[in-house]
């Protein structure tokens, strides 16, 4: 056993869960390692499992606490070393070169904020017994970590990590359950599983089930009884999506809960706000009759009372509408801006570090084994022996402070422009009314490409100025250079 010394102090928890903000999302940094060794490795037989471990129930406690979660995959894997490697430079991780999910290792701290100690268990190779690394809650404002070399509890002998997230605190317990697991892994890794990259299960004691991609479905607005009388009760339940989707839809189900039509398939209902694409959800009445052919609901007198119920719950579903989607449509930029922050400051790095080749070639390597090439640790040489850093083809017209992006709405002589540059506020402002912003916003990453391209003619602009020529060919230069980073 070794002790090493982490860069970490008092103030490490506040730093965790600024990145963090939900114990799903600390969850979340471990699954993101897993699919970047597996990444790393090349293969195409990923798999990631998360497995929940329950405490045995109590008589006191009928229902089951959550003790331990833990997330394997057959990625890349670790040796000692390079556990070592890990503690002593978290918050410079070698990830740098890669463009991989996780950023600057601080994830691996993200345990604190749901269990009281992390056991990471690794091997490079089937056949070699793991190592085991390990870090305690009670141990971080220390600034100290563990490496086991033979750990009797954890070890294991084949390729991959497993990290043990061990005596989940109280507090997280319910937000780490089954159900919520699966819907926001499947959601938050779709573009993943939708293209195989890896397969990825979920099990508590018993049951191992696959994570299927999720569609988002927005925030919940509305779940509530629809009382009717002497006829019963019916439910609604509504979600508000960040913007307009062509498939979205309200669907109306009967006895048992079958399916029975649209609800703007009514002529009651074919209008705002029963129409608008940015709400789906579904309305259940067990007494609705379908018709002969099935195609429709029965208009008899309790289908009528069923539509003056819901036409009085309109004014309330048209405010919420507005207020979610204001409300969501601002943290979503928010959210990007954070992004698109990240991959300025990141290309800035690497630009300045002179990376962007071996990012090209690590990205270009076509088969594991130039994967692995490129990624094979080296020992740094001698200060005298080190080749100079490659002068840069021209020098880079912006300094290393990124500049503040706001979405704003445009004054009418600029309603037109895409952006333009505040001298004020010395901020970019997106124009966030025009229609390839709208178009873009709707993916993450186009949208996190399309803000970088605008920071790129911005940042230039202020070097250029009106030399309109110099200006293209360093804007195809600048983003031919990024290009790997925007993948």
Same mark, same amino acid.
């Given at each position: +056993? ?9 103030? !490490? ?82 990830? !740098? ?30 056949? !070699? ?38 005596? /989940? ?9 089954? *159900?919520?697991?699966? *819907? ?132 309330? /579903? ?8 204001? *409300? ?8 990007? +801006? ?119 003619? *911005? ?29």
């Amino acid at each position: +056993m070794s002790r090493v010394s982490l860069k970490t102090g008092p103030g !490490v928890f506040e730093v965790l869960a600024s990145v963090c903000h939900s114990h799903q999302e600390a969850l979340k940094q471990f699954v993101e390692n897993a699919a970047d060794a597996i990444q790393q490795l090349g293969t195409d037989e990923g798999r990631i499992s998360i497995q929940l471990q329950y405490e045995e129930p109590k008589e006191e406690l009928p229902t089951r606490a959550l003790k331990n979660v833990v997330i394997s995959d057959n990625g890349i894997g670790m040796r000692r070393k390079k556990m070592k490697h890990v503690l002593e430079h978290i918050g410079d991780s070698e990830k !740098v070169q890669f463009a991989l999910q996780g950023e600057k290792g601080i994830g691996l701290l993200a345990f604190s904020l749901i269990a009281e100690e992390l056991h990471l268990a690794s091997s490079p190779k089937d056949g !070699v017994a793991s190592s085991c690394l390990v870090i305690k809650r009670s141990w971080l404002k220390k600034g100290r970590g563990e490496i086991v070399e033979s750990c009797r509890r954890h070890i294991h002998s084949t390729r991959g990590t497993r990290a043990y997230l061990e005596n /989940i605190l109280p507090e997280a317990a319910d937000k780490l359950s089954k *159900e919520r697991l699966k *819907e926001y892994l499947g959601r938050e890794f779709a573009s993943d599983l939708r293209r195989a990259l890896y397969a990825m299960t979920l099990s508590d004691d018993t049951v191992q089930e696959p994570v299927p991609p999720q569609r988002y479905r927005g925030i919940k607005a509305m779940a509530s009884p629809i009382p009717l009388g002497r006829a019963g009760s019916a439910s609604i339940e509504i979600h508000v999506l960040p913007w307009e989707m062509a498939d979205a839809n309200i669907s109306l189900y009967g006895r048992g809960g079958s399916r029975i039509c649209l609800l703007t398939d009514m002529d009651e209902f074919k209008f705002a706000p029963w129409n608008d694409k940015r709400i789906e959800g579904h309305v259940r009445f067990d007494d609705l009759k379908r018709t002969a052919d099935k195609a429709a609901v029965v208009q008899d007198e309790v289908y009528l009372k069923l539509v003056n119920e819901l036409h009085k719950l309109e004014p309330l /579903i048209k405010k919420t509408i507005e207020d979610i989607s204001a *409300e969501s449509r601002e943290r979503r930029y928010e959210l990007i +801006m954070h992004k698109t922050s990240r991959l300025i400051d990141r290309f800035l790095r690497y630009r300045d570090k002179g990376l962007l080749e071996q990012l090209v070639a690590s990205t270009r390597a076509g088969s594991a084994e130039e994967r692995k090439s490129v990624t094979k640790e080296t020992v740094p040489a001698p200060e005298s022996e080190k080749p100079a850093k490659p002068k840069p083809k021209h020098p880079r017209p912006m300094d290393s402070r990124v500049p503040g992006i706001a979405f704003q709405a445009p004054p009418q002589e600029k309603s037109l422009a895409r952006s333009w540059f505040d001298t004020g506020s010395g901020a970019i402002c997106i124009n966030r009314e025009h229609p390839e912003f709208m178009l873009s916003q709707r993916e993450d990453t186009r949208c996190v490409r399309y803000l970088f391209s605008i920071w790129v003619k *911005e940042s230039l602009l202020q070097e250029y100025g009106a030399d309109a020529e110099r200006l293209a060919d360093e804007m195809v230069g600048m983003l031919a250079e990024a290009e790997p980073l925007l993948w």
